[in-house]
């Protein structure tokens, strides 16, 4: 017997219509590319979301069609969040720090017809517009007034505001099948060519309310958020959805994710949690000590997508700002484990309480995790046995896009993420590495992570990285790669000496190499395939 209640289909656009009639005087903020500053409500937005459906038609685009964007994080990037998944078609991020070849390849791979693009990206289109002549029949460009772009003829040209200003608002958001696709994002290719991960209106909704539950993200409508996470990738760890899903206001920070631009949004916005990767805010720290400022308003920080150091911990403490660490990835929704306390350790207190917080987190409801040894049987769940770390769950991928019918996951779901770590009895995963990071030595396994949160806890140390060199007697050995900080002096012997009493002897680095600077991917994670590349044969090109 079925339940008597009314069925409802999970439709993202529920989200946009709900802020609108419950918070229409939370105000969204973006910072321009152009470098204007923004405001609009809800109630403003939900109109042009829906004029925007009406563009929709204007385009020809149907139900299941891909809507690609070269954007960043503004109010015209979130419209089409809700302008286009709403009408039941797909929109296609596309992450424009990826290689002009691979933002190509994307573009081509989703068949987007239609591609909307931020006036500073049009250099980006332009370089790649006969890779994308074939697929892309109309651009849009994000702007007040229309531009001339020099594109090859058979694409048609429009400027988004008149394409609003010519539409109505008599829209009338549809409800279809909850498991319909709503977001075309793909993987950032750090292991190969990206992968496409098409998000459904069920998961992302499930997902928003997840993450807003008071052990996640526990949003509030009196909340600022700043995601310095990007919109071009894995929606922003769902902000566009879960930010307007509370009532919150959102303070979009455009391409401006420099230390001095974000501290400036954050004290004139009056930020009260920011969200971004541990690179984003090891500069905004640099700037903040330098410049001797202070946060009136910054209660709360998510880190993510990389791991957090303590460094980073304890710097926010100093300004009174908490640090919360997530774990994720695109595949995952992207959002999956958490770290807030449980009774068994909310009293901790000094380093104690800093080693739980270095862990990634505790699964939140909805998705499962479990470590297997090589054989796929379960590990114990006691912080000492790692193995390979597998998820299941609502918001987790089944299948890549246009990959063929293998699933991602096996037969019973479950999803192998590439990363190796323990679980607790607490249940907080930790990450030892990605499964291609860690260093085997000597057939025993060293964690490039922990080597990595040493080093950056060195007064001297601006930035570390550590990777797994060949050697001739133990396979491989840890190598280390610093940036020292400005006017900074440390040499080999003090850095290698900072490990002692932290590790066991033999996983200290045999060397160190000191750069000035160090390659990031496309979402600001230490690249350490091209530190592989480049120094992965360190100790056996007779360098040491
Ligand atoms: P890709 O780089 O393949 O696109 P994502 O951007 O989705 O992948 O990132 C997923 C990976 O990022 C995870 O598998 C994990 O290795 C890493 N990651 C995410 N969050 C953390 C974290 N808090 N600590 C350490 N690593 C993390």
């Known amino acids: 017997m079925l339940g008597l209640m009314q069925s409802h289909k999970l439709m993202l656009s529920s989200v946009i219509r709900h802020a609108a009639r419950q918070h229409g005087h939370s105000e969204v903020v973006s910072f321009m590319s152009d470098g204007s500053v923004h405001r ?84 980006l289109l332009r370089g790649i517009a006969n890779e994308v002549a074939a697929t892309v029949r109309d651009v849009v460009v994000m702007s007040d007034k229309p531009v001339e772009l020099g594109l090859p003829a058979g694409m048609r040209v429009h400027c988004y505001e008149d394409l609003i200003a010519a ?157 919360e660490h997530a774990w994720g990835m695109t595949e995952c929704g992207p959002v999956t484990a958490y770290n807030a306390p449980v009774a068994a350790t909310k009293d901790l207190q000094g380093d104690a309480l800093l080693e739980v917080m270095l862990r990634q987190g505790r699964p939140f409801f909805g998705s499962d995790i479990k470590i297997v040894d090589e054989n796929g049987v379960e590990l114990p769940r006691d912080g000492k046995a790692f193995g390979a770390l597998l998820a299941r769950g609502a918001y987790m991928t089944r299948q890549y896009y246009r990959q063929g019918e293998e699933g991602a996951a096996d037969p019973d779901n479950w999803f192998a993420t590439g990363d190796v770590a323990t679980i607790d009895e607490n249940g907080f995963v930790q990450l030892v590495d990605r499964t291609k990071d860690l260093i085997k030595s000597g057939g025993e396994w060293i964690s490039s992570i922990a080597l990595e949160d040493i080093a950056s806890s060195h007064p001297a140390v601006a930035e570390a990285a550590v990777i797994a060199a060949a050697h001739s007697k133990w396979v491989e050995r840890p190598l280390l790669l610093v940036v020292l900080r400005d006017q900074a002096d440390a040499d080999s012997a003090a850095l290698l000496e900072h490990f002692k009493g932290k590790v066991a002897n033999w996983w200290i680095p045999d060397q160190v190499v000191f750069v000035p600077q160090l390659p990031h991917t496309a979402v600001g994670k230490l690249n350490k395939r091209e530190l592989r590349t480049q120094y992965g044969e360190h100790y056996n090109a007779g360098t040491e």
């Open 167 to 323: 539409a109505d608002e008599s829209y009338v958001w549809p409800e279809f099948d909850e498991e319909s696709g709503s977001v075309l994002t793909y993987t950032s290719g750090t292991t190969g060519r990206p992968k496409g991960v098409l998000y459904s209106h069920r998961a992302s909704l499930l997902q928003s309310y997840a993450v807003n539950s008071a052990d996640v993200f526990g949003l509030r409508a009196v909340d600022r958020i700043l995601p310095c996470a990007s919109m071009y990738h894995a929606t922003a760890w769902t902000l566009p959805y879960s930010v307007p899903m509370v009532g919150a206001s959102l303070i979009l920070p455009g391409r401006f994710l420099d230390g001095p631009s974000l501290y400036r949004m954050i004290e004139s916005e009056r930020v009260t949690f920011a969200f971004g990767v541990p690179t984003i805010w090891t500069g905004f720290l640099d700037h903040l000590k330098s410049a001797g400022g202070k946060l009136s308003t910054l209660k709360r920080v998510l880190s993510g997508g990389s791991a957090i150091t303590r460094q980073l911990v304890e710097t926010f403490r100093e300004y009174g700002v908490r640090v």
């Open 40 to 123: 609009a409500t809800y109630v403003e937005l939900e109109r042009r979301c829906r004029r925007l459906a009406r563009v929709m038609q204007t385009l020809k685009v149907g139900f299941g069609d891909r809507v690609g964007t070269l954007a960043w994080n503004d109010y015209r990037h979130f419209e089409l969040y809700y302008g286009v998944s709403g009408t039941g078609a797909i929109l296609n991020t596309v992450n424009v720090r990826l290689a002009p070849e691979d933002v190509a390849y994307i573009i081509n791979h989703a068949q987007s017809k239609v591609l909307f693009v931020d006036p500073s990206l049009v250099p």
